[in-house]
C-alpha cells in the first residue's frame, strides 16, 4: 500500500530533507583531488548529528558508513574510506538522515576539478532525466510516466539508465512503496495522487546498463568499468508536479528546463 502524507507529515520530510540538503552542499564543496572519501563521510555524520538528525545509512542491513560515495565507475552504495580524489572524476554523493520519525534522501553527483566532455554530458542528462521526472510526478499521472522520462531523455543522448536499482517511495521507513523504476516496464504502475512521496534517483551509464557488486557487497559498478552518474530528490506530488522537498538555493539540481 502506498501512503497519502498529510501536510504535517510532509513538513517533518520537508525539515528532514532540507537537513540532507545542507550536509550535500557542504560535501560537494569539499569535492577536489587529494580529498578523501572518508574525509567526506566524517564531515557528513559530524554535520547530521548537530542538525539533531541520525545518519540513516549507517548500520542500514549492516551498512557501515554515514553516507554513499561513488567515484567515477561507481553507480551507487560506494563505502567511503581512504580513496583519494582525482582529477577529472565525478563524485556521486547521497545523503539519508531520519529526523522526527520520517527520512530525508537525496543525491548529487560532482565534478571534480575538471572533467572531460563525456562526463558532463552524462551529468547534464541525468540532472535533465532528474527534472523532467520531477515534473512527471503529478496527481493523475502513472509511476510509468516519471520511468519514461528518466528514460526517454537518458537514451536520447546515447547513455543507458540502471536496471538493477530502483528508486522508491519514502516516509516513516527509508524504503516504502513504491518502487521508481527509471525504465518503462509493461505495467503503468500505480497512478500517482497527491500527498505520495518518493525519492526519484536516475542511475546512468556512459555505456552498457550492466552492473556487478563488488566484494564489499555493497559498492555497484559498471560492467564495462565506464563513468556513472547519480542524481535523486525526495518529492512529493501535486496537481501541477512534483514539489521537492530536497531543494536548496545553494546547490541546484533537478531543475533544469532544457
Known amino acids: 500500500m502506498i501512503a497519502i502524507k498529510s501536510e504535517h507529515e510532509i513538513a517533518i520530510m520537508r525539515e528532514a530533507n532540507q537537513i540532507v540538503a545542507e550536509v550535500l552542499v557542504t560535501l560537494a564543496g569539499m569535492v577536489a583531488p587529494g ?17 539533531g538528525a541520525k545518519p540513516s545509512f549507517l548500520g542500514y542491513l549492516g551498512y557501515p558508513k554515514n553516507t554513499c560515495i561513488s567515484v567515477d565507475e561507481q553507480i551507487i552504495h560506494g563505502i567511503p574510506g581512504k580513496r583519494k580524489l ?35 554530458r552524462l551529468m547534464d542528462a541525468t540532472d535533465l532525466a532528474l527534472s523532467r521526472a520531477i515534473a512527471a510526478a503529478k496527481h493523475g ?9 528518466v528514460q526517454t531523455t537518458c537514451e536520447a543522448e546515447g547513455f543507458s539508465v540502471v536496471r538493477s ?41 556512459v555505456g552498457t546498463h550492466d552492473v556487478r557488486v563488488l566484494k564489499d557487497g555493497w559498492t555497484a559498478v559498471t560492467a564495462d568499468g565506464k563513468p556513472s552518474a547519480h542524481f535523486e530528490h525526495s518529492v512529493v506530488v501535486r496537481e501541477a508536479g512534483g514539489e521537492i522537498l530536497s531543494a536548496t538555493p545553494k546547490l541546484v539540481w533537478g531543475r533544469r528546463t532544457n
Open 35 to 51: 580529498v578523501s572519501t572518508g574525509a567526506l563521510d566524517e564531515e557528513a555524520a559530524r554535520l547530521i548529528r548537530a542538525y
Open 86 to 120: 582525482n582529477e577529472g572524476q565525478i563524485v556521486s554523493i547521497d545523503v539519508g538522515v531520519k529526523h522526527h520519525g520520517y527520512y530525508g534522501d537525496a543525491a548529487v553527483t560532482v565534478a571534480c576539478g575538471k572533467i572531460d566532455e563525456t562526463r558532463r
Open 141 to 149: 499521472n502513472h509511476l510509468s510516466d516519471v520511468s519514461r522520462a
Open 165 to 205: 536499482f530502483v528508486g522508491h517511495g519514502i516516509g516513516t521507513a527509508m524504503h516504502e512503496e513504491p518502487q521508481v523504476p527509471n525504465f518503462v516496464t509493461r505495467e503503468k504502475g500505480p497512478v500517482l495522487k497527491t500527498g505520495m512521496v518518493i525519492a526519484i534517483e536516475p542511475m546512468v551509464n
